[in-house]
């Protein structure tokens, strides 16, 4: 059964209060408003003032919420501004109606990180001392200009912005989670992948001494990842370094991971070290460990039911009842059109 | 109640002079070990309410509820198909009388964990209890072992064994055939490391193998070698 915008409640609606108001055409006497009663001024981070006006949606967004719906889960969310609340208490003020964020202590204590270890409540503790500095990232493969990047150069040269994107893990559970980062398209642009490059492979950090999961010798590591090369580029996906204004715990993988939200969770590989430019498809570990259960695109998709978990509906953390799952993660309306022409079924 | 402590005192007094061992009697070890036998199946019950009410249960706490009680299901489904081996191996006679409640507690546990599924996680609705229910493999074995494990909860009772007769053991031994779907579906359950619930399974096929009828007959000849030889030492 699928499911249209336009048949879910207004629990659903996924649009910013921002977004919401400049809809109205409030949003600049708001803004005054705001800065008139905001307890600080400009103590916003410097990402805050880019994305403001970075966000796929333009100014004029119908405030209507079947139509704006996929804005949803929101890509860009606006930072409130460089008039609102400093950066630690800003997350709070961007909640999607219907969907709050998912605290900072669930997002930090309930990770899949098989890493350091297949029980998610354990892994924060295992990842305590991972020292995610100094860190280099090498970008190559099918590029002209094949770069290895220090952590800090990456948050330097380009602009972090906060996105507020669900997380929807294949084992039929969610999170909505702020996160800090930048598009990977812009880090791709810097290297210039050549012609015959098709795809994206990342790879996870190997170091078992770090690392206690990696000595199970039961899994394939590293952890290796992959994305088509329009995906790839697609505005929604973003090198993450941070969340909730924070630096990236080790645990949700520090310094530096994927985020791609319409995929399920494990698509969005953590603690890269080695982002390669590819032609053929990259074998995923999960690939190699359970071809028939996981493909190479792994799109949130409740139509392509999942051998143990339920894919119609998922559990957002910290809620009772269960939710409707959406057709990429909700996320349809940015990324559907990735695949025009492909079975689904098929390309699970 | 000085009486009362009197009296007890006294019997006490008389068992232990009509008896040469200070042991407790037969009956009086029976009778502990029955209590520790519930003690120890209601041990994870209360810390898993004792986790619920200190908030503990993880950022999933229905999931974690899940799991937890379909673990202990197992353990307990476990212990209560070892104790038949028990007295078969080592003589113990007493773990017979454990079997009953061990397995009760499996059902109870098989239950809670039915429940939770149901009515906690999927609040009832009908088409998603029916694709998680019936479209998952997992699921359906799970399911079945547990609708397995009603009838003979119903007929645990010196009644129905009675009404029953020679049928009531033909109809516990769906028990194995629970005991072997639950491993099944905690196979198809795992993502990848399925070395957990193997040996789960190990477990069950060593504890229904010494029932297998010649397995069993050379066990017991065993035991009555190994006992003559510390006799004869």
Known sequence: MRIKSSEITPEHVYISRRKFMKGLGISAASALLLAACGPQQSSAPASSSSQATAGPTAPTASAAPATAGPVAGAAVQANAGATSAPATASPKKVEVPGEPLTSFEDVTNFNNFYEFTTNKEGVARLAKDFKAAPWTVAVGGMVSKPMTFGIEDLVKKFAQEERVYRMRCVEGWSMVIPWLGFPLAALLKEVEPLSGAKYVRFETVLDPMQMPGQRDKMYPWPYIEGLRLDEAMNDLTILSTGLYGKSLLPQNGAPLRLVVPWKYGFKSVKSIVKIDLVDKEPKSLWMALSPDEYGFYANVNPEVSHPRWSQASERRIGETARRRTLPFNGYAEQVAQLYTGMDLRKNY | ?233
């Not at chain 2, 307990?76 to 070892?82: E, F, G, K, T």
């Open chain 2, 1 to 233: 109640m000085s009486v009362a402590r009197t009296s007890r005192g006294a019997q006490a007094e008389a068992r232990n002079n009509s008896r040469v061992r200070v042991r407790p009697a037969p009956r009086r070890r029976e009778q502990i070990a029955q209590v520790i036998v519930h003690l120890l199946a209601l041990t994870p019950l209360a810390l898993l309410v004792l986790d619920g009410l200190r908030d503990n249960l993880t950022a999933n706490p229905i999931q974690t509820i899940t799991f937890r009680t379909g673990k202990f299901a197992l353990a307990l489904l476990v212990l209560s198909l070892a104790c038949t081996p028990l007295n078969t191996v080592f003589g113990v006679r007493t773990a017979l009388k454990w079997r009953r409640p061990l397995g009760l507690y499996a059902f109870m546990y098989a239950a809670l964990h039915f429940l939770t599924f149901t009515v906690l996680d999927y609040g009832l609705d009908p088409v998603l209890l029916r694709e998680a229910i019936f479209e998952k493999r997992y699921a359906l074995v799970g399911f079945t072992a547990f609708l397995l494990l009603v009838p003979l909860a119903i007929t645990s009772t010196r009644g129905w064994m009675k009404r029953l007769g020679k049928r009531w053991k033909r109809l516990h031994q769906l028990a194995y055939i629970a005991g072997l779907l639950v491993i099944v579906h905690y196979v198809w359950l795992v993502k990848a490391d399925r070395r957990e619930p193997l040996l789960w399974g190990a477990a069950i096929a060593i504890l229904l193998a010494i029932r297998l009828p010649p397995v069993r007959r050379a066990v017991v000849k065993l035991r009555g070698r190994a006992l003559a030889r510390l006799e004869a030492n």
